[in-house]
């Protein structure tokens, strides 16, 4: 019981600051292995700097890197050379994903009672925003269609929301949904939108969740601007990872193991079009319903009273194109083995590829989840100090993984 400890307690230590139990008996420890223990924590300490944390933040993040891009594979490379560094054995396994193999086409258009092109793109407010690889909103395993219709709003989209606007008697039954992000997951959404009859289902963030009802917004604070948008996958699958290959790793196509992949029509993707827009974006479609008002607990914070329905006059165009395909991905591990018990694995990871530059999600967990620019130098260092006994018991593998669902997408999810 007491070994585990030893290793999560100094990479707690090292990637969110918990205080030390320097002057303090050390639990789990015995009296004559406390002096050196301390030793160890003290380099730990010692080594990470603020400055290497920005430097390779900027490196990470200098241009969008979504799976299956060159960019992300030079990212994939900046992380194994930082891990080889380290002092880590590192191993990039590759993986062939069905996954969206690019954004695709989109459009969101007011057709009546005037037409209006709305914006998919966020202002170039500075030069990340305005990077040319920055690509319109978009949401991964959205279904494809081109569809014009009346609109509903459906608050955040719930199970609970789509059963009170029935309770109300609202129909979105051929109707584009409009919901705000927050409440439950993006993919659930479109799931019971689907489930409900809709044609299509578009999702804002409001700024009473995020934007200027909750502070200073973009660039000048961390808040969202009114051409924010939040990009995301949908997939609502009942296993984690590759969709063609539950619980199995999705090795490549080539590979001498072959693995039983399902056929992509029977598995339960969304079929309507589905994605993402600014709450810039979405004013100009709420300020035009004329139905009747929202229950309690939906108004959100557009300077504009919320509406249940748009009315007859009211019809949205949406359109998405977005194709489904193999995508070549890797996972890149860094091992460090461990002294006194090389069979035991503590596992640490996080995914490397960005909706956009990623500076927040993930490149900013990369440092906080032990990735080797932080905890993995450390540990590399102890080892030259002769601490390895002290601070590495068991085997500590860093994973990165190449696409966002989840580190382990390409070792089969949740069996892994």
Not at 237 to 262: C, H, M, S, V
Request: proline share 6%.
């Amino acid at each position: 019981m007491n070994r585990l400890p030893t290793l999560l307690l100094a990479g707690v230590l090292l990637c969110v600051g918990v205080l030390t139990t320097f002057g303090q008996n050390l639990a789990g420890f015995a009296a004559a292995r406390q002096a050196r223990q301390r030793e160890a924590e003290a380099l730990l300490l010692a080594h990470p700097k603020p400055e290497a944390f920005r430097k390779h933040l900027e490196a990470l993040t200098k241009v969008p890197h979504w799976a299956g891009t060159p960019e992300n594979a030079q990212v994939r490379a900046y992380i194994a050379e930082a891990m080889r560094k380290a002092g880590w054995q590192v191993e990039q396994p590759e993986y062939d994903l069905y996954m969206p193999t690019a954004p695709g086409e989109s459009a969101v258009e007011i057709v009546s009672p005037v037409a209006v092109q709305l914006s998919q793109t966020e202002a170039p407010a500075d030069a990340f925003a305005a990077q040319p690889r920055v690509t319109p909103g978009w949401n991964a395993f959205s279904g494809s269609g081109d569809v014009t219709a009346e609109v509903v709003y459906a608050n955040y989209g719930t199970k609970e929301d789509f059963e009170k606007l029935k309770e109300l008697g609202v129909s979105v039954r051929g109707k584009i949904v409009l919901a705000r992000y927050g409440g439950n997951f993006r993919g659930y959404k479109a799931k019971y939108a689907q489930a409900n009859g809709a044609a299509g289902i578009v999702i804002y963030t409001d700024p009473y969740d995020s934007g200027y009802m909750k502070g200073i917004t973009y660039p000048e604070g961390p808040q969202a601007s009114d051409s924010y948008i939040q990009r995301g996958s949908l997939l609502t699958l009942n296993f984690t990872g590759d969709p063609l290959t539950p619980f199995e790793p999705a090795l490549p196509l080539n590979a001498k193991q072959k693995i039983n992949r399902k056929l992509p029509e029977t598995v339960d993707f969304h079929k309507i079009p589905v994605t993402p827009i600014s709450y810039g974006a979405a004013r100009e479609i709420m300020t035009r319903m004329t139905g009747r008002g929202v229950p309690a607990g939906w108004q959100g914070g557009l300077p504009c009273a919320y509406r249940l329905e748009g009315g007859d006059k009211l019809k949205l165009r949406l359109k998405v194109d977005q194709k489904l395909g193999y995508v070549r991905a890797a996972n890149v591990i860094g091992t460090l083995k461990g002294s006194e018990f090389p069979d035991e694995w503590v596992l640490l990871g996080c995914h490397y590829d960005a909706w956009v530059h990623g500076s927040t999600d993930p490149n900013s967990g990369t440092q906080r989840h032990g990735h080797a620019h932080c905890l993995g130098r450390s540990l590399g260092r102890t080892l030259e100090g002769g601490l390895q006994a002290e601070t590495h018991h068991q085997n500590l593998p860093l994973g990165r993984g190449g696409v966002r669902r989840n580190w382990l997408d390409g070792m089969g999810g949740a069996k892994s």
